[in-house]
């Protein structure tokens, strides 16, 4: 979502008297704090703010005073009767969310009017803890890395800029310094993505394998490799069961994903982990911000242009990744296609529709024939182009998502 939006639905719900846990999750470096700290400069309500992340002693002792404090705040004020408490990186905080579903209760009892907005980094503990625990008592705001539209507009960026420099408002600042951005993208942000907002999370037995995957999926992204192809290339993984676990980690961290094939009504469906054949199947693998394919190319900002294959593969990841954004928080689930030797780069699929999505990158694959036999297979709304001969990527970029079909 972009950040205005969701500045603006913040302001709505916090100003409104229905209360909602609201929830701010994205990954790491995508402006969630700088969100928070706009609106709580906006919000009149009597406030309380804290963050789970950097200090001991944060724990559910922690967690339950910090919400009577929240508390405190309405009942001091008789006048206002209203306030905010905000938690950032409650991720942090092992079995916050039965904690919070219990305390969010009691004020719902007690007819506390007490707003509350938790922040967090996508990871599993994130999803399992909103899903298990909290199921209609929260409402999500998907933060993701800026999408060109607001790039352009906040830093002036360029679409060339846009695609080497990725969606990070961070990395904008630091695009007259080459090699500080580098150091930005592969020292602070993917490491600290992988130590912080993976490891500090979930139990994970083979960190450095997390490393290698990373790197495979950014230097073939937009490939299609079989988890068996995986396993050759990573045999410390053990199993294709772990392979699979490791990608929705870093999906979860917002670094990378295996995009799974569509299939349509009664196919062997590949996108539940828990069905082998998806774990045996060929994810499509994909950086979700093209910064993390020219951060790891030893190319500047000029000389990656004149490579065909490194651009080609940026521009085709940018569009993919876009795709998985820009669907955050809605009803389009994200695939691509493979049959009879043809593929179709992505498709978008919203309950029975379907839209399917085609890179030119070159004047080599100009070709559209797994995109005319995949419309013949499967019974498609629209079809696109995107690139050369087709739907200019600035265009593609600024349209809606749902738009598409």
């Keep these: 979502m972009y950040k205005d939006q969701a500045y603006k639905l913040l302001l709505e719900r916090f100003r409104g008297e229905r209360r909602f846990i609201q929830v701010l999750s994205g990954p790491r ?25 950097g200090r001991a002693g944060r724990d559910l002792p922690w967690l339950e005073m910090q919400w009577r404090n929240g508390r405190a705040k309405v009942e001091i004020n008789r006048i206002r009767n209203r306030g905010l408490l905000v938690i950032e990186e409650i991720e942090r905080i092992p079995g916050w969310a039965e904690t919070v579903q219990r305390l969010w209760d009691e004020d719902t009892a007690a007819g506390m009017n007490l707003h509350v907005l938790v922040v967090g980094s996508s990871s599993l503990s994130m999803e399992q803890g909103l899903t298990e625990n909290l ?27 846009y695609l080497y420099y990725g969606g990070y408002p961070e990395g904008a600042d630091l695009m007259k310094s ?25 139990r994970v037995d083979k960190p450095s394998l997390l490393h290698d995957l990373l790197a495979i999926a950014c230097d073939n992204s937009c490939q299609i490799l079989s988890y068996r192809n995986l396993l050759a290339r990573l045999p410390a993984a ?39 054949r998806q774990r045996g199947s060929s994810p499509k693998l994909l950086a979700l911000n093209t910064a993390l394919i020219t951060a790891r ?12 294959d490194l651009w ?7 569009v993919g990744a876009h795709c998985i954004h820009a669907a955050a928080g809605t009803d389009i689930s994200v695939y691509y ?19 399917a999505l085609e890179v030119v990158t070159d004047r080599r694959k100009q070709t559209a024939s797994g995109l ?16 050369l001969a087709g739907l200019p990527l600035d265009a593609f970029f600024r349209t809606p998502l749902a738009d598409l079909f």
């Design 135 to 161: 199921a209609g008592r929260f409402e999500l705001i998907p933060i993701t890395p800026g999408l060109f539209p607001e790039m352009a507009a906040t830093f002036g960026m360029t679409l060339n800029q």
């Design 337 to 355: 296609w493979a049959g009879q030797n043809r593929e179709v780069d992505f498709v978008l699929a919203r309950g029975k529709e379907l839209a």
């Design 238 to 276: 053990g199993n294709t069961t772990t392979l699979a676990h490791y990608l929705r980690l870093l999906q979860g961290a917002g670094l990378a994903a295996g995009l799974p094939k569509y299939a349509g009504p009664g196919e062997e469906t590949a996108a539940d982990e828990g069905n082998y």
């Design 297 to 308: 190319a030893d190319q500047d900002f000029d000389l990656a242009r004149t490579d065909p």
């Design 178 to 202: 080459p090699k500080r951005w580098i150091r930005y993208i592969n020292d602070l942000l993917v490491e600290t993505s992988i130590s912080r907002d993976i490891l500090q999370t979930t």
């Design 372 to 387: 005319e036999l995949f419309c013949r297979l499967y019974p498609v709304q629209r079809r696109h182009i995107i690139g």
């Design 312 to 318: 080609g593969r940026v521009m085709e990841t940018a």
């Design 29 to 53: 470096e995508t402006g969630k704090t700088t969100l928070v700290r706009k609106l709580l400069d906006e919000i009149a309500l009597l406030k309380w703010y804290v963050t789970a992340e």
